[in-house]
């Protein structure tokens, strides 16, 4: 299977959910950035459940998720915080919600992804 054919044609893509959730890192990683785009608003069908099909691989994709809480885009920041991050122990992914916490960018604190980074520090998630 050519796995290009599992990235979501679409907002409510709900097929290629089962056979992405079969898939090993390995096999996954090279859709990665097409699958963290999903994420750039929730109210999408198809959000959560990318979400959690990445959620047991965010350790493996800190680059990707680095290159996406950088971006100008605080909706999909948030998503990546809230569906992604509240529970990371990762110092790389940590060091990125300090700097967003301490420092927060004009569409960080439009979007409240610092009050999202405050509260990961915080341990509110635990």
Known sequence: MNIQQLIPKHKDDQ?????????????????????LEWLQDLNWPIACPIAEVLRPFRDNIVPELINVLRTNDGVWKLAVLTTLLRTTKNQTLLKEVERIAKFPTSDEIEEKVNEEAIAILNGEYD
């Open 15 to 35: 097929l290629v959910i089962e056979q992405l959730k079969k898939l090993s890192f390995s096999e996954i990683k090279p859709i990665i950035p097409e699958l």
